[in-house]
């Protein structure tokens, strides 16, 4: 059984527009939640993360939102560019357990 | 700082053999946990060692072992390799307490049985 889900394996967006990445997850014990970022033959990547008790981190040209209520995040790039041609990793932490639980990544490919 | 590093790269086994992969964490990590990545599975937690200890244990036939050594290095055994066990393994390594969650990943072990 899935807690954390990413429902679209892939996602094409041109260069310069917006990026959404959208994740869900089932288990209410959740409080902490990561993106990681991964290119082919190399180890995923920390791009940023957010506690349960805000609603929205950014860093940069990316920023997560969280919806407690829905138990959804996303997380938005903006602009887009093609060095952000990535797989995209959702994960979700149980405070006190240190062990994250991964979606099983979105594809993105941003065309020039 | 150096990242996490993972050795050998790449590694082709025969079935019933047995494999044993290494991760050196960054310094001043005390938590390295392991992890099996497939296609289409995303990545599946195997365990995770604290302070040369065994904290956490995901859902992995015995087949799978690990331990850590005092300088927070890291080894992972497979034993009686099965044609199911190809995959990309990583190792994370993090500071394991505390409020930060944050894992930094090593490039992974590319595990071929044949």
């Known amino acids: 059984d899935q807690q954390v889900k990413q429902n679209s394996p892939s996602l094409s967006v041109q260069e310069g527009r917006i990026s959404i990445l959208n994740c869900d997850y089932t288990?209410?014990?959740?409080?902490?939640f990561l993106w990681y970022k991964k290119y082919p033959a190399e180890g995923p990547t920390f791009l940023i993360s957010?506690?349960?008790?805000?609603d929205k981190n950014e860093d940069g040209r990316f920023t997560v939102f969280l919806n407690k209520s829905a138990k959804h995040l996303s997380l938005h790039i903006v602009p887009s560019q093609p060095g952000d041609s990535a797989v995209y990793f959702c994960?979700?932490?149980?405070?006190?357990?240190?062990?994250?639980?991964f979606g099983r990544g979105t594809s993105l490919i941003v065309h020039p | 700082k150096a990242g996490v590093t993972q050795t050998p790269r790449y590694l082709i086994k025969t079935r019933g053999q047995q494999v044993t992969l290494s991760c050196s964490p960054i310094?001043?990590?005390?938590?390295v946990s392991w992890y099996q990545q497939t296609p289409g599975q995303g990545l599946q937690f195997l365990f995770e060692?604290?302070?040369?200890?065994?904290?956490n244990k995901g859902n992995f036939p015995g087949r799978f072992s690990g331990r850590q050594f005092s300088n927070s290095r890291s080894e992972m055994n497979v034993s009686t390799l099965e044609l199911g066990d190809s995959a990309l393994y990583l190792c994370?390594?993090?500071?394991?307490?505390?409020?930060?969650?944050?894992?930094?990943f090593g490039p992974g072990t590319r595990l071929t049985v044949t």
């Open positions: 994370a390594s993090s500071i394991g307490t505390g409020p930060s969650y944050e894992q930094y």
């Open positions: 288990n209410s014990m959740f409080d902490y």
């Open positions: 957010i506690s349960s008790i805000k």
């Open positions: 994960a979700a932490v149980r405070g006190g357990s240190y062990i994250p639980t």
């Open positions: 310094s001043g990590h005390r938590s």
């Open positions: 060692y604290f302070s040369e200890t065994q904290r």
